[in-house]
C-alpha cells in the first residue's frame, strides 16, 4: 500500500559554504514534508560532500568566526558526505513519496536558498511551484510595523532551523488569529 500523496509545503533549509550561488556550494540540507497545518508527513537530511579546500577558502569571516561550533561540525560530517547529485536523486524520491503535482517551498529567505537549488540540483527545481512561503515576508512586517519579534534560536544547522521556521509561521498564525 503506498502513502496518500497529502504534503503541500516543502520546507527547506541549506548550510551553504556561503551566500554566493556562484562560488560556494552547499554543505547541508533538510528537508520536511508538511500540509497547510504544519502537519509533518517526513523528513530528510543529507550532508553533501564539498572540496575541503572550498570550505576552507569560502568560510572565512565574522560569521563563521561567531558561529565555530557550527562551523567545526560542517568540516567534520563533510568527510561522510555524499555527491550533490545523489543528494538531488534522494531529494526527488522524498519528493515523489509525499507530494502530489504541487510542491511549494517553504522557509526562511527561502528565495536565497532557491538560487542555490536552482544552480546544484535542476531537476528537483523543475518540481517546485514558482510560489513559495517564505518566512521572512512575515518576520519583517511584524518586527518593523507591529515591534513584535519571535525568539528563534540560531543553530546554523539545517533541520533545527527549519523546524524553527516551522515554530515561527505558528507564532504569527497565533499573533493574527
Known sequence: MTKAKTASLLWVDLEMTGLSP?????????AIATDWDFEE??????????SEKLMRERMVGEF??????SYDALFEQNVSGE??????????????QNFGDEVYLA?????????FIEREWPELNEKLHYRMLDVSAWKLYFENALHRKFA?????????DIRGSIEELKWYQKMIS
Open 22 to 30: 556562484e562560488k560556494d556550494r552547499i554543505l547541508e540540507v533538510a
Open 41 to 50: 508527513f517526513g523528513t530528510y537530511t543529507a550532508v553533501v560532500k564539498v
Open 64 to 69: 563563521w568566526e561567531k558561529n565555530k561550533a
Open 83 to 96: 555527491s550533490a547529485k545523489q543528494v538531488e536523486k534522494e531529494l526527488l524520491d522524498f519528493v515523489a
Open 107 to 115: 522557509g526562511n529567505s527561502i528565495h536565497q536558498d532557491r538560487k
Open 152 to 160: 528563534k534560536p540560531e543553530n546554523h544547522r539545517a533541520l533545527d
